[in-house]
């Protein structure tokens, strides 16, 4: 294996440091390297952060490899920062069985650009009519932790209760999409003055809050561990902060996406702009801003839903939902969070790297800089700064919202387990 040093790059804490790796590890983490490395890499100005780790992946395989593939999914994760990602259930078929999670997890390995776990959905066939081999899922090679029926809400409290009481046995966590089903029939967009202005059918701010707060209580009752996915209101922060003052054992999350899109964007009725949970109003932004400032909500998870371009360039009521955001995550993050003064770089590390590993069980991952260290590397330069180009996203897809906007920062180096996946801005042949 070869060995690099990365020079003159900032640690979160501000320090300068040069960065040594060998076999696999952070050899060294001081003002001057001593040891000699085959490789040297340029890392001023920027920052060195732990690789960053996404609790929240689409990567389509099996099933949808028209969209996304294990392989192309995890190459646009790299490029992103990324050193790992969870796959979500939802693929075709279901990633309901331990065969299933094992085939994913082994498509990460022989891609090799970052680490792969695989969600377990919690209801067969994402149906929510009765439960999947949470326990097979938990012990095959796949070692599962993470369960979620993403796309779809487990609405049904008893099957919910069962779930949160099962996962326990394993350490594990339900990742709940919450979405009352009811309360969301056809819904197009969130529901406001601008649904109203544009006479699309709304998605009701309480048809997420609603399922929060039940599942808060839930997780209280059977003392087990629940995750929110995607948190898109002000009221679901507050039910969160209130669940949190209360010793109640939830994790949330927030991509980027509902940190800096608001509904009206959809006055152009561009499909790209069509996501679930919907866009919503600046008074959202705001707290959920707040909320991943103060720790109320634990994450950013970019919820990278690609599809292909025939599932999204279409009329507004036929498109699918979802946007791709693995490349420009960390952009976005200091574009809302950082450059606003509401979060520091080692704050940064937490909700994108340290945090996301915590909460789905990693060993190996999300694991602060230091000598010993496994070296998952993100090396990022905050200086410069981008206009977003749909065509030069390396996802399969090309459904970014984030087109036409200018963006902070460039990835510019990273490490996966000691290798290079990314040197000054250019992909690594695996
Ligand atoms: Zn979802």
Known sequence: MSTYLIKDVELVNGEKVDIGIADGVITELSKKATKNYENVLDGSGCVALPGLVDLHTHLREPGREDAETVLTGTRAAARGGYTAVFAMANTDPVADTAGVVEQVVRLGKEAGWCEVFAVGAVTKDLAGESMAELGAMAHSAAQVRVFS???????????????????RQFDGVVAQHAQDPKL??????????VSARLGLRGWPAVAEEGIIARDVLLASHVKSRLHICHVSTAGSVDIIRWAKSRGIDVTAEVTPHHLLLSDELVESYDPKFKVNPPLRSNEDIAALRMGLADGTIDIVATDHAPHPAEDKECEWAGAANGMIGLETALSVVQKTMVDTGLLNWSQVADR??????????????????????????????????????????????????????ELPGEVRHVF??????MISTEMVAR
């Open 149 to 167: 029926d993403d796309g779809k809400c487990v609405s049904d409290s008893q099957m919910m209760r069962r779930a949160l009481e099962y996962v």
């Open 184 to 193: 969301t029939v056809n819904a197009q967009m969130n529901e406001g003055s």
């Open 352 to 405: 994108m790297s340290i945090t996301p590993a915590k909460i789905g069980r990693t060993k190996g991952q999300g694991i602060a800089l230091a000598v010993g260290a496994p070296a998952n590397i993100c090396i990022y330069d905050p200086s410069k700064s981008k206009v977003v180009v749909a065509e030069e996203q390396i996802s399969k897809s090309k459904n970014t919202p984030f087109v036409g906007i």
């Open 416 to 421: 996966f387990q000691g290798k290079p996946t």
